[in-house]
T-cell receptor, first 113, second 108 residues
């Protein structure tokens, strides 16, 4: 049973649309992350958060934004989707004080046409 | 130089073979180490943590060499179901760094 949920699982959307990818976790984890991954390629960190009202940009430049108003919720928003945003987006969470590794959601596969 | 480097493979091995992956990391102050498994078009899942003393979980053995800054994963008696990409992960101060992954294909 998943403790971290991402919706939608798949999304096909037109260029220029605004989209929000949802991520929620029920583990009470302080740290949350968004990664972008193209098929067969490595993970790229695009955003992370240490807790409520904390958001940071990751290693890969991204046109997306994130918010962390509640501990359990870390949505990612694209104001104007482009074909170059087509990718898989993976959300993850972890405890802050003890590192037992990350738990990943099932991902959102985004296609912008 | 990348912070975490892995041989991308692919490793193509027959069922029952023993296969080993290595991973090197650049930050000597790294504190925690993990191996993750990622199936095609799925999310990464934690396979095992890696401890200084080495650890074993069934057919899987992980080892850490801090002096040489490398981590290894050994899979014995490989199964078809072991086919996946294996990600080496290194943590420094709660900042996890993922390797690009090593692809393994186990053939009948």
């Amino acid at each position: 049973e998943a403790d971290i949920y991402q919706t939608p699982r798949y999304l096909v959307i037109g260029t220029g649309k605004k989209i929000t990818l949802e991520c929620s976790q029920t583990m009470g984890h302080d740290k949350m992350y968004w990664y972008q991954q193209d098929p067969g390629m490595e993970l790229h960190l695009i955003h992370y958060s240490y807790g409520v009202n904390s958001t940071e940009k990751g290693d890969l430049s991204s046109e997306s934004t994130v918010s962390r108003i509640r501990t359990e919720h870390f949505p990612l928003t694209l104001e104007s989707a482009r074909p170059s945003h087509t990718s898989q987006y993976l959300c993850a969470s972890s405890e802050y004080r003890q590192n037992y590794g990350y738990t990943f959601g099932s991902g959102t596969r985004l296609t912008v046409v | 130089r990348k912070e975490v480097e892995q041989d991308p493979g692919p490793f193509n091995v027959p069922e029952g073979a023993t296969v080993a992956f290595n991973c090197t990391y650049s930050n000597s102050a790294s504190q925690s180490f993990f191996w993750y498994r990622q199936d095609c078009r799925k999310e990464p899942k934690l396979l095992m943590s890696v401890y200084s003393s080495g650890n074993e979980d069934g057919r899987f053995t992980a080892q850490l060499n801090r002096a040489s800054q490398y981590i290894s994963l050994l899979i014995r008696d490989s199964k078809l179901s072991d086919s996946a990409t294996y990600l080496c992960v290194v943590d420094y101060n709660n900042d996890m760094r993922f390797g690009a992954g090593t692809r393994l294909t186990v053939k009948p």
